[in-house]
DNA sequence: AAAAGATAATTGACACTTCAAGTATCCAGA
DNA sequence: TCTGGATACTTGAAGTGTCAATTATCTTTT
């Protein structure tokens, strides 16, 4: 902070609103990069260790981990909400998933626009194996980190969240 | 934490390894998926912002911003390092803002596999344009947090980040 | 019930990314 | 000097992602 600069007592000088402005652009600029570098960091560590003990790839384990948890399966929208990512991205990765039998598209009766997506009994056993891994890998990241840490990073980044989802939406 | 679950006076009894363990795993995993999910929400907002008021997207601002900083231009080498990407990539990139007249590939009169790569006059123009709007979207959405709250998750995602590179590289 | 409008999914064009293979150039040693 | 190995960059294939346009199917309105 501007403070320590004047830790001698001379009286509150404004040690100036453009001071101040100009290190928090500083400070944010630099904060994002660090945010951006860690999860990147991350995202490539999972990755590359799905590639090398699974041959699979981030997306394709992130539409399954969707599937799991839904054994009526979801249509292809509500992966696409799920995912994050946009409808044609999903038919992709579905129709890599299907030509490998981990994953099958059942026609609703109901509504015959819809697909449902279900994992496949080949796919729920690999993405059980997938799973344990992945888990493992994630707290070896994180576990050095400490309980208390832990909870301050995560109130943190969900403040962070709020603010970022207001200027977004709002 | 599992001490909740016991605030009445029972003699601390081994709320146990095993439940610690579990909860551990869920608090890692849902502190990854914030993390994802913040980064990936910035991300997205700074994408739309550089597409819709500049037309030109994430990497192209990234590679011209690690040119600013280097006047006498970066080999291609280079340029994969600080942005993190494979060689081939780079290639895309550059050809398609030297294609827009943004940057120039020189070739390094000492060693003639090399590459140069700068900004033009209309590169640099352009970018400090870019650059002056990118730090007011940081400072907007990181802007909210508070200089004390911003420092705390600085300090914190430096320890993540030391960590993580620790398990990748040692 | 026919037309109009909304919704579900796919397609195709383009950008970015990785990886492996290829080309050109440099450097070091016989 | 020339040969072998390293280095710099490009290329091509395959996966991931977006967007806009298309097709198929529902739903609503008249």
Redesign the interface.
């Known amino acids: 902070?501007a403070k320590e600069k004047t830790a001698l007592k001379i009286a509150d000088t404004p040690v100036d609103a453009e001071t101040r402005v100009h290190d928090?652009?500083h400070?944010?600029?630099?904060?994002?990069l660090?945010?951006?570098?860690?999860?990147?960091?991350?995202?490539?560590?999972i990755r590359q260790n799905l590639q090398s003990r699974f041959g699979t790839t981030l997306p394709r384990f992130d539409l399954m981990a969707q599937l799991e948890r839904a054994p009526e399966g979801l249509k292809m929208s509500e992966l696409s909400q799920r995912m994050?990512v946009t409808g044609g991205n999903v038919t992709g990765v579905t129709d890599g998933l299907e030509k490998d039998g981990l994953v099958v598209r059942e026609v609703d009766s109901a509504d015959r626009r819809v697909f449902r997506v279900k994992l496949t009994a080949e796919g729920g056993r690999q993405f059980q194996r997938m799973a344990a891994e992945h888990?493992r890998w994630?707290?070896?990241?994180?576990?050095?980190?400490g309980?208390k840490?832990?909870?301050?990073?995560?109130e943190?980044?969900?403040?962070?969240?709020t603010?970022?989802?207001q200027?977004?939406n709002g």
């Open positions: 902070m928090d652009h400070q944010s600029l630099r904060l994002w660090r945010l951006l570098t860690c999860t990147n960091q991350i995202e490539i560590a994050m888990e994630i707290i070896d990241l994180f576990g050095p980190l309980m840490q832990k909870r301050q990073l995560g943190l980044l969900g403040e962070l969240k603010h970022v989802n200027r977004r």
